[in-house]
């Protein structure tokens, strides 16, 4: 009879020997994060990625605060000698086509740490998966893991894994999650929910070749676009190659719901609803075709159980609007180390000692959630806010950099709770 994992023990929990230490399922940058840094502590570890060759992935801008982690992997030399487009800034366009300031990064760091990149994760993730290996970990792709074994007591105790259509387990003392948004571990012990005061989004994106960039500092910037109706929102994303990622992203009820089933037929009625992306496309060609992801906001209940560990989507997934995702997924994959680290060394596998960093970490993605809270209430414009707030301006730039973690953004959200209080309701037409 299986049992469902606890969600913590009272006393240290140790394990029996295994194969490995850690096994991580998954390659992305979570999950080839946490292999790179604890193989780096002394430890054995497997990386186990399902893809056998470098995959496209939506996840293509970072955010600055990435780079005290890609400093920690030791891969900021590759990063700098590689031809991903640096990003200095973001800037946002109203539905009116109205254009907001650039925010430099600069703004708030001076130095290197002021820029990062805009990637290409089919070369990006395999980047860090080569890293991991360096570092020692042993590093499957073309694996697949079937499933996350428990022992009597609730405790993970290694993976069941696939490859070539031959099926072996592999024994192991913690399991780490970076599965994506297949969630592995929350789906089986059904910890997943949905975010609670976020729509249930969906994209559609693709790549153009040739699209009109911007000059100088602000030739790798992100812009976010409003749609006429401010109904959908778009972004542009510069990428090597004389490549751009654009696309949609907006409710389902809107973007689905009684409208043709061909993403192409409803991304392009999107960007005719957006002028000034649509200008800057005007010369360009697609040359993918249009992909639909759901993207709805999600977490897990728990992050942590005796014997394994959730990281980056496999945890939880914040709406892209600020380009949170590898940033949260290297984070949390930095922390897990740490927890697992530490935990391997004290011989205590139980949920509390694995999720030591819990708390750390979802407070900064609550305080992400609440600017993506922001963002999409009818009545918040970034201009009109920095118009009331002007002092707020570094607080903000803090938050798109990704500054959760090491500065308080108490501030900041209080006087943003205050200004959309302030704001006079639409009036009814």
Not at 12 to 33: K, Q
Not at 215 to 242: H, K, N, V
Not at 350 to 372: H, I, M, N, Q, W
Not at 377 to 385: E, L, Q, R
């Amino acid at each position: 009879m299986s049992h469902v994992p606890t969600v913590g023990t009272e006393e240290p929990l140790s394990s029996p020997p295994s194969d490995y230490d850690v096994v991580v399922a998954g390659g992305g940058p979570a999950g080839a994060t946490v292999a790179a840094l604890v193989a780096q502590l002394g430890h054995r570890v497997l990386l186990v990625e399902k893809a056998a060759q470098p995959e496209f992935r939506i996840g293509e801008s970072l955010m600055p605060a990435t780079f005290d982690v890609l400093h920690r992997l030791g891969v900021l030399d590759e990063m700098r000698r590689s031809h991903f487009p640096a990003k200095h800034s973001v800037q946002f366009f109203s539905g009116g086509g109205r254009a907001s300031a650039p925010f430099y990064f600069t703004e708030t760091d001076l130095g290197e740490r002021a820029q990062t990149w805009q990637v290409l994760r089919s070369e990006f993730d395999p980047m860090l998966r080569r890293n991991a290996e360096r570092c020692g970990a042993t590093v499957e792709v073309g694996t697949q893991v079937r499933q996350v074994l428990f022992d009597d007591q609730g405790r993970a105790t290694g993976v069941r894994l696939r490859r070539d259509g031959a099926e072996r387990q592999v024994s192991a003392r913690v399991v780490v999650d970076a599965t994506g948004q297949s969630t592995l571990i929350a789906r089986k012990l059904g910890l997943r929910h949905e975010e609670p005061g976020l729509d249930r989004n969906v994209s559609f994106f693709t790549h153009y070749r040739r699209a009109r960039r911007d000059s100088g500092r602000d030739e790798g910037a992100t812009i976010i676009y409003q749609t006429s109706s401010r109904r959908a929102w778009l972004w542009f994303i510069p990428l090597p190659e004389d490549l751009a990622s654009v696309g949609v992203v907006a409710p389902l009820t809107h973007l689905i719901d009684g409208r043709t089933a061909d993403p192409q037929i409803v991304f392009e009625e999107e960007l005719a609803d957006c002028p000034a992306l649509a200008e800057r496309l005007a010369e360009a060609e697609r040359v993918l075709p249009v992909t639909a992801l759901r993207d709805f906001s999600y977490r897990s209940r728990s992050l942590s159980g005796d014997g394994w560990v959730l990281v980056g989507d496999a945890f939880g997934f914040l709406d892209p609007i600020y380009s949170t995702g590898v940033f949260l997924a290297l984070t949390s994959g930095e922390m897990a180390a740490d927890a697992i680290d530490a935990a391997l060394r004290d011989d205590d596998l139980s949920a509390a000692s694995l999720g030591r960093f819990e708390a750390e970490f979802t407070a900064g993605l609550d305080a992400l959630k609440r600017l993506v809270r922001a963002y999409y209430d009818p009545d918040f414009h970034f201009g009109s806010f920095l118009r009331a707030y002007p002092h707020r301006r570094q607080d903000l730039v803090d938050m798109l950099v990704g500054r959760v973690f090491e500065r308080s953004p108490a501030g900041l959200l209080a006087d943003l709770d205050a200004h959309l209080a302030d704001q006079p309701a639409e009036p009814v037409s």
